[in-house]
């Protein structure tokens, strides 16, 4: 010892017979221990000194036991053996591998086991007894901190003096003899210790030691069984006496077959005149006959591998090891502890199990303190149950909530066995307890099944109406019988586990068979694999093949007369309504599906996904108008043909080496769990059980039949039974190992005590040489294990050669499927494959054999496409009741100012306002659109009836200068409508990757409209901005003539003008005409020239912003907007969009006009009366009132603004006419609700 220690060690005192006598420094002597420990080495040095040294023994306890009324003192040594009693594994972390620390650890354990035989008196547990009872009486109010951490203390020593493990060397105590740890328990007893752990556990102003509290009492029943304490005392049962009796017997017969085998074996003659002898058909390493140098009665045992060295098996693949088996205690230590378990049952079960779980949910404990807990539900509610089973006792831990519990425990403790590799030993026996615990929950489910009480018996069936409902409960045993590992788990834990699956199983059909269905939950793992769209090859997209495409698609369309046949209609679905992506990202998608429905030359097909996705995606009219008609839908789907659509990349090909990556990575795609009700058969349940990999671990079970008690071989042969007798799957145990393990079953002396298992291997081998007559491979499959495929085929019979292989297909049966399918494609039968299985000549055919065959020849892209349809896929808009209801409402609310939005709020099955709009003209309530606009408050004229006007009297209007002029509200409409498909069009572009056909074209398709445009902005003085991107696009069309490569091109405003222009709405405007795209994200700020136009198109872009030179003037402009207008009209049809843009370059024309001749020639009737305060007054109030109306949408915002802005040009004409422009009266503007533009926004 070192010298230091050995100074304070003799400070403290010496121990004189029975009495000790302190020194004056004592108490400084122990707190300098405490601080020596503080400061001690990997190695624990002192603490081994200062056990060897036997410190606790000899002066610790004498001190606390004669010096206890010194409270300092006494403190301090409390708080010195609290650190020198602390487990070696605490102090180590873990047991060391490296062989030096392995010594020191064992060394500090053997110190802790001589101080817990120091402990093993009622002296020192008397002082602690009486000391923790006299801190226990102190109210909250008048304990100290002091005394708190007290009694941590005391309890801290008891529980580390508790968990020394015993020493089997020194202690080699039978059955019934007391050992350390019985003394120390008795100790606790006779010191009334044990009712204070029992009064910590049930007060509720102690519940602070709740965690410490279960943690000393699981160490008390460390050794013990519920059983055994459950009997204790008590005389046996009859079938207690029959089960001992039985293993005598078996012990007996084990005994005489051995003595009558070793009579057998003694030869006549003496050993050393045994002989030599050939044994003619077993050859030995030459090819000569095998020469037997022993006895011949030993013959049966002789084997090539005599002799031979016995394969090591590595430590890794060697079978896990069991835990310590338990030991029965005195009777006196058993009957106390009896007496501890009825009373801890009847007074703090309940409430300490609820605390400590309560504590394990905040996580408000240490690591790993859920084992205590899951000891405790295990242990208290199997002694519950023998000792006469009372459900109110154990309540708490008897519900749904701890069958979740436990599961969850499970599922985690295997998770950390297979990632934390190096602690799986201690993983795997949390995994075993939290496994018992579960078996006990079943076990009492069981036992309150066969209660007499009825409101018990109504609790179980609740309780196993869920755990038999829910999948996670109902496949727990099937899960772990087929993730077990030998190596890892031990054979203890397999018994838990097929004994748990057993009885499972027991209960679960005994509930089926009270009832005539049973609805279980099932969850399905969808995993959704990233299918990349097929890329489409040169040749397809070539003009001549798409020329040569349309003309097949138009004539057969026009000779259908745009007609499709009922069955195509209801199969047809443009949206998959199970993906993850949203509705509107499914457009392009069933864009694209159109495209490809015209490239295979399916017109039909195609003109129903387009009238389908038009009734999906109505707003926009991006598949059509709802009025279209066939012609319009016909000029459609060309330009859908000739459109390069955006289409997913398809997946890069694998590398041949990396196939385990692949692998990977197919694991780790998105998956999607898909949860229904399905009605349970328990038969297909037990067919999941049909499997190698859940035969094997109960065959492995079996190998130790004789160790195993007989309800373990029980539940072995009855679920062998269910395989091989219910399910018809004997042939699955047709296998070599078995066979070799029923040999020696049936040899077995004392095989008349497993009569179940020898009536089994009998019924199994006789089975076998059965179907051995019949299968002369059946010998050969005894080497393998088989699975249902394989099973089946042994006793069916094997495929042929021909059989599994591509059938074969003459060149006259494949011109006659050519024929029949050319014949029945066009036709209206739901599935073309059924109409041509009874026209084929070869009747063997089989839907599979022609589906492959068409795919083979190129008739159809794919299988898919020949796939049943399902019924039910049809999209049902509208229901009959939702119609009366539509009705109904339309009738109640059509008065009101708000029809559509009342309509709205009170429809039960919520729809888009186009949806509802487009019903109600469909079904007559309303006219047309405009009887669903919101009313205005105050009375409008009646020229706001909404009926069409000529041009005449539209002009006439203009310059009169109506208020509620409706040619202004279709003017502002018609602006509205178009605003709104340019900002459509530029998200599509920018969700498209900047890709649309109409963009590219709207240079040279537009240039009357842009030229109108450029017009416009000159009157409103942006001249510069106009010349600043005419140069951009000039500049960026060399640049790709020079470079020979596109890219996207910023325009970067850096004069104040050209950033006025930038927030402009009329020149954002001209901007999309051109095709320059808008920023795609919030990470780009400027708009951009997209790559996809054409140097050719820049040309013609910039050329389009030139100014006219020869712009007439005054009444010369209507002469030369008019004339054109005309003459297109002649030559080629005009889209309403174009007429709708030459009628506001007329409007902007006749309204410059009316502002020139204002002075000179008023046309209108109504004159200013009022002076220029009255007129600015009246203009007030009328921007008051429009400020004051309630905008619906953004899109109106936008729409007041660009108007506005018109205003603004209106008046910047002239310089001279400042006053004429505020003296003239103020057109009103009336706000109207723009449905197809607010269904974009739902």
Known sequence: M????????????????????????????????????RHEDDTRDVRQQLGAGQIVQNDL???????????????????LMVNLTQPAMLCFGKVPDDPVFRHHFLQVTSHLQACKEAFASEAVFGILSETLYTLLQLDWEQRQEEDNLLIERILLLVRNVLHVPADPCEEKKVDDDASIHDRLLWAIHMSGFDDLIKFLASAQSEQQWSMHVLEIISLMFRDQTPEALVSAGQARTAEEKHRDTQELEALREKELAAKRSRTLQRGTRHSRFGGSYVVQGLKSIGDKDVIYHRNVHNFKNYTHDMGKAVRR??????????????????????????????????????????LVKENLIREQTQQHDETYYLWALSFFMAFNRGNGFRADLVSE???????????????????????????????????????????????????MDRSQDESIRQSCSVIKSNIFYLMEYREIFLTLLRKYDETRQPQSYLKDLVESTHLFLRMLERYCKGRNSLMVQKKRVRRKKSRGQKKLSAAETSPESLAETWKVVEEELKASGFQLSESLTESIVPFDATSDTPLEEQRTDAMVRVQDALLMRLGPEALGLLRAAREVWPEGDVFGSADVEPEEELELLKQILYANLPRSPPPEPAVEDDDDDAAELEEEELQSVQVFEKEFNFLDFIKRFSNPGVVRPYLLLLKSYSKNTPHTNHCIARMLHRLAVDLKMDAQLFQLSVFN??????????????????????????????????????YVELLFWKNVGAVREMTEGYGKDGEGKKPTWTEEEEEELRNLYEEHRHSEAPDIVESLLPLLSNS????????????????????????????????????????????????????SDDVLGNIMKKLTAKRSRARVVDKLL??????????????????????SSGKQMTEEEFLEGLTQGLTDDPGDTDEEDDDSEEMEEDEEQERETSQNGGKSSRSLHSTVERRPDVGTMVDALQQEGMSEPLLWLQKCLNRTADDRKEDGFDQDVPLVPLTEANEEAMDNKSFLRLLRKLGIRAPANEQETFWRISAKISVAQLRSAAAALSPREDEPKGGEEQDSFTSPTGESQETEPVSGEQRAQVQRALLLTRKRKHHSSEHTAPVSDFTPAEDTDSTNKRSQETILTKRSRVLDDDDEEENEDEATTAM?????????????????????????VLIDEEDDED
């Open 397 to 447: 831990t008897m519900s749904i909530r701890a069958f979740h519990y436990i599961e969850r425990n499970i599922t985690n403790y295997y998770e950390m066995m297979l990632t934390d590799r190096k602690e799986a030993t201690s993983w795997s026996r949390r995994m075993h307890l939290a496994l018992k615990a579960y078996q006990e929950l079943l076990l009492t489910v069981n036992e």
């Open 922 to 943: 469909s079904m007559g309530l309303v006219s047309e659109r405009r009887e669903l606009y919101k009313r205005r408050s105050r009375s409008t004229k009646g020229t």
């Open 61 to 79: 306890l004498p001190i606390i036991i004669q010096h206890g009324q010194d409270k300092a003192l006494f403190y301090a040594c409390i708080r």
């Open 741 to 778: 393990l029923f040999n020696k079953i049936l040899s077995d002396p004392a095989a008349a005590a497993y009569k179940e298992l020898v009536t089994f291997a009998k019924f199994v081998l006789n089975r076998f040489f059965s179907l051995a007559a019949q299968n002369n491979k059946a």
């Open 1208 to 1232: 603004d040009m209106q008046t910047s004409v002239d310089t001279d006419s400042d006053r004429e422009d505020i003296s003239a009266p103020v057109k009103r503007r009336r706000k109207m």
């Open 2 to 37: 070192n010298c230091e220690l050995l100074a304070t060690c003799t400070a403290l005192g010496y121990l004189e017979g029975d009495t000790y006598h302190k020194e004056a420094d004592c108490l400084e002597s122990v707190k300098d221990l405490i601080r020596y420990l």
């Open 313 to 354: 098996v590595p430590k890794r693949n060697q079978q896990a090891r069991e835990c310590k088996d338990k030991r029965r205690s005195a009777l006196n230590v058993r009957l106390f502890l009896r007496e501890f378990c009825v009373d801890f049952l009847e007074n703090c079960y309940n409430r300490l199990m609820y």
């Open 844 to 895: 063997t055919r089989t839907r599979r054999h022609v589906v492959m065959q068409l795919v083979h020849m190129g008739l159809v892209d794919n299988a898919k496409e020949l796939k049943k349809q399902k019924k039910g896929t049809r999209i049902v808009l509208w229901t009959e009741e939702q119609e009366e209801e539509l009705q109904m409402l339309h009738e109640e609310y059509k008065d």
